[in-house]
């Protein structure tokens, strides 16, 4: 490790999502000395709930992750009231399947740009602070789509995959200035499963997991908050399959 390790300024993109605002809350209830930035576009209530129960040290911060500009003024406002930021969280995502014969040019173009492009422009956005203070951690949040791509994925499959190249030949270029790069690929998180699954779906999904159920989004946040931490320092350019043992 590098020197003084400063206080933890943290961005976490998706924070209205489940695991975002689940590692969020782990941030809060475990580093008493960190600030949580919570990146959201849309549907504000979960993050601004999260800001109330932790007033001074969780605070919203509307951001389109896929527009550069956005970023730079993101950067600017957190720096302004909680000074550098430190760690990035890139969790902000989603999915639209198709089959390819099928798939549009929206549903295609759409999901790579907030999936593979949003993580892209924020390393890009953070790597100067984070250079200047000597310090900095980035996990970027992928999916066991990436390692075990399925049918009617090509488009969200392509995107992690293209995260986990992202990250390791960012960590190899960030490794000597005391930033890491790690990216982690979740399997299925309870609470978070795609809305039009049936009950049967859900069921027989279950019945194929070795662990025999799906992760608790606070597994999940628990790892993101190790590799975030001074003690991950000798981690860079990893992608840790988190998926009970399904593959």
């Known amino acids: 490790m590098n020197g003084a390790i400063p206080a933890r300024n943290i961005l976490i993109t998706g924070a ?29 209530e979960r993050a601004q709930a999260l800001a109330a129960e932790f007033p001074g040290r969780a605070h919203l911060c509307p951001l389109e992750v ?19 930021l430190n760690v ?19 549903q295609w173009r759409g999901v790579l740009e907030a999936n593979l ?4 422009h924020g390393c890009q956005a953070v790597l100067r602070p984070m250079m200047a203070q000597r310090w900095g951690r980035i ?13 009617g994925q090509a488009n969200y499959a392509a995107a ?17 200035l005391g930033i890491t790069v790690n990216a982690i690929c979740p399997g299925h998180i309870e609470g978070a499963l795609p809305a039009g699954w049936s009950e049967e779906q859900v069921k027989a999904l279950r019945r194929e997991m070795p662990m025999r ?17 001074p003690e991950a320092s000798y981690i860079t350019g990893a992608a840790l399959k988190l998926d009970g043992g399904l593959l």
């Open 117 to 120: 492009d949003a993580v892209f």
């Open 16 to 44: 209205n999502g489940v695991l975002g605002a689940a590692t969020a809350r782990y941030f809060l209830e475990h580093d008493a000395a960190c600030k949580v930035h919570l990146g959201v576009r849309s549907r504000h």
């Open 139 to 151: 996990v970027n949040v992928a999916s066991l789509s990436a390692l075990h791509s399925p049918a």
């Open 66 to 84: 896929t527009h550069p500009a956005a970023w730079a003024q993101a950067l600017d406002v957190i720096g302004t009231r909680s000074g550098p």
């Open 160 to 176: 992690k995959a293209g995260v986990l190249g992202l990250t390791q030949s960012l960590a190899k270029e960030t490794a000597r």
């Open 88 to 106: 990035l969280v890139n969790n902000a995502g989603y999915h639209e399947d198709a089959l390819l014969a099928s798939m549009t040019q929206v």
């Open 213 to 229: 159920r799906f992760a608790q989004p606070v597994e999940i946040a628990a790892v993101v908050f190790f590799l975030a931490s």
